[in-house]
T-cell receptor, first 114, second 115 residues
């Protein structure tokens, strides 16, 4: 069974640029959630995708957008990057959307915005 | 609305000593509660979770936690710390149907284990 994978591992961008982060969910999982983890903080929920539809969104501006593909892999896109977007971005997959389901996290993408 | 408070950003123990990491939650519906561990440069891994039923939950690596509704707490314990337990620990809460299924994480507690 393949776990959750994310690419790239690290990324450096400059302010105003756009970035796309990718996530492959664990086999059999149809739900993907994205989190932003700033240094020294807990993960903050960005949004969740269930069967290719957005299924909930946290308190993040519209320049954070996403996609889920038929194979349940997912992308996180961030436009007009700001310095505060520097963080570890975590993807997590789960079976269905229920709150009691365990989320399986990938290792994350470390984004640095200069 | 739901929230999590983890008391103490850092907890330091000696190898072999009791580990106690504190978590208090706030939820308008019966909660689902989780503890995750994060090792350096890695994602989060589930240690244990409480959904319904027995309030004392046993997890991996010898950890356990007790759900106390009257105290709105879900503290994580381990009888004897090992050097390999040094990591960041996160408590999270999500809700039953009708409440928020989106998990809310605490700010984390860094566990330091001294030889």
């Amino acid at each position: 069974e393949t776990g959750v994978t994310q690419s790239p591992t690290h990324l450096i961008k400059t302010r105003g640029q756009q970035v796309t982060l990718r996530c492959s969910s664990q086999s059999g999982h149809n739900t993907v959630s994205w989190y932003q983890q700033a240094l020294g903080q807990g993960p903050q929920f960005i949004f969740q995708y269930y069967r290719e539809e957005e299924n909930g969104r946290g308190n993040f501006p519209p320049r954070f957008s996403g996609l889920q593909f038929p194979n349940y892999s997912s992308e996180l896109n961030v436009n007009a990057l700001e310095l505060d977007d520097s963080a570890l971005y975590l993807c997590a997959s789960s079976l269905e959307t229920s709150g009691y389901n365990e989320q399986f996290f990938g290792p994350g993408t470390r984004l640095t915005v200069l | 609305a739901q929230s999590v408070t983890q008391l103490g950003s850092h907890v330091s123990v000696s190898e072999g000593a009791l580990v106690l990491l504190r978590c208090n939650y706030s939820s308008s519906v019966p909660p689902y509660l989780f503890w995750y561990v994060q090792y350096p440069n890695q994602g989060l891994q589930l240690l244990l979770k409480y959904t319904t039923g027995a309030t004392l939950v046993k997890g991996i690596n010898g950890f356990e936690a007790e759900f106390k509704k009257s105290e709105t707490s879900f503290h994580l314990t381990k009888p004897s710390a090992h050097m390999s337990d040094a990591a960041e620990y996160f408590c999270a809460v999500s809700g039953h149907p009708g409440g928020s299924y989106i998990p809310t994480f605490g700010r984390g507690t860094s566990l330091i284990v001294h030889p």
